[in-house]
């Protein structure tokens, strides 16, 4: 009544007082919405009308009208914004820009304006907040992500940006920037293409040794550190195609190199020697502070077919006291089994859950 009335101070308190007691009432923020814009007060009048469309989204009188000043207000900031910046006023560029994301948090443009004057002043942090968010509005933009990529790899976010590059790839295979910069990224990373013999160890029946070092070096090659000292003389791994594998997984003592200097590569793995190359690689482990807790107290594990004499004994004990490997029928270990690419995947997922 006050408002038809055109007494919108009054008016006003009365809303104000109606969203107080009942912050869901429509009506209270249409109307206070509409003395809001009638007063030059556009900024509330807008906040008043997005409260309403939060309770109807559709709600026929209110949208158009917040969707006018939405679009109005935005590209006035948009505006302002380049303006300023043209003028070299970064800072009022800035809260023009920022103001626009008031409006329409969705704006690509004011992400990318506010993410490249970021990126004058090498503020990466700030600049990735706005890239990543344009990002998400268009994932579909080579443009956008090649953007974002290139400001992760200046942050020296270097698995990160790898991961945008390949997205940029996939959009555009011919992206010479994309593809310079994964290569310079893997590089960095020390990530390598792997062979094909790599993808065939699953379906071994006997998983070898230089085939036992490749899975480690890739199942926990953000695990293991890198070996301090010198590597081993090893004489017979010039030609095997796992021989950047075999050199850090010897060098950490994890596989066994002979005291003629070999490492036999193509020698197949058994059981037993399986128990050993595990109980070494979670020693290794237990080195970079990761814990494994015993399952079974050791001395109560009763083995048929492997005696306390032999070489394997401790190690066998000791993968099955961790629950990694276990007896078969009969409590036997069969330890002259050969290992197949399948079990060796296994025991080492087993283990890369455990430290997880």
């Known amino acids: 009544a006050y408002y038809v009335q055109n007494d919108l101070p009054r008016a006003e308190d009365?809303?104000?007082a109606t969203i107080t007691q009942h912050p869901d009432m429509i009506l209270g923020h249409l109307?206070?919405?509409q003395v809001y814009?009638?007063?030059?007060?556009?900024d509330l009048a807008f906040t008043e009308f997005r409260e309403a469309l939060k309770r109807n989204p559709e709600h026929f009188w209110v949208k158009p009208r917040y969707e006018e000043i939405k679009n109005r207000k935005t590209q006035e900031a948009l505006y302002d914004g380049k303006t300023l910046a043209a003028g070299g006023d970064?800072?009022?560029a800035k809260t023009s820009y920022l103001k626009a994301l008031y409006y329409s948090p969705e704006s690509t443009d004011a992400h990318l304006a506010l993410a490249d004057l970021y990126l004058q002043e090498e503020s990466y942090d700030d600049a990735l907040v706005h890239l990543k968010a344009a990002t998400a509005n268009e994932p579909g933009s080579e443009q956008i992500l090649l953007a974002y990529a290139n400001a992760l790899f200046q942050s020296d976010n270097n698995a990160k940006s790898l991961d945008i590059y390949n997205k940029v790839l996939e959009l555009n295979p011919d992206n010479q920037t994309a593809q310079e910069r994964i290569e310079t990224l893997k590089n960095r990373l020390g990530i390598f293409e792997l062979p094909s013999q790599y993808d065939s160890i699953p379906s071994t029946d006997a998983v070898t040794k230089e085939q036992m070092s490749a899975l480690i070096s890739v199942h926990f090659k953000d695990v293991l550190p890198d070996p301090s000292r010198k590597p081993p003389i090893i004489i017979d791994i010039s030609t095997s195609w796992a021989t950047r594998h075999i050199l850090k997984i010897a060098t950490l003592g994890i596989l066994e190199v002979y005291p003629n200097h070999t490492f036999q590569p193509q020698k197949v793995v058994t059981r037993a020697e399986l128990a050993e190359i595990l109980f070494?690689?979670?020693?290794?482990?237990?080195?970079?502070s990761y814990r494994f807790i015993q399952q079974i107290p050791p001395e109560r594990?009763?083995?048929a077919d492997v005696s306390p004499d032999n070489f394997y004994y401790r190690p066998i004990v000791m993968i099955i006291s961790y629950d990694i490997m276990s007896l078969e029928l009969g409590r036997k270990f069969n330890p002259e089994q050969a290992v197949s690419g399948q079990e060796a995947i296994r025991h080492l997922s087993l283990i890369l859950a455990l430290i997880r």
């Open 90 to 92: 970064n800072e009022a």
């Open 31 to 33: 109307g206070l919405g």
């Open 280 to 288: 070494r690689l979670i020693k290794q482990l237990e080195q970079s």
């Open 301 to 303: 594990i009763q083995i």
């Open 37 to 42: 814009q009638e007063t030059g007060r556009e």
């Open 14 to 16: 009365f809303f104000k």
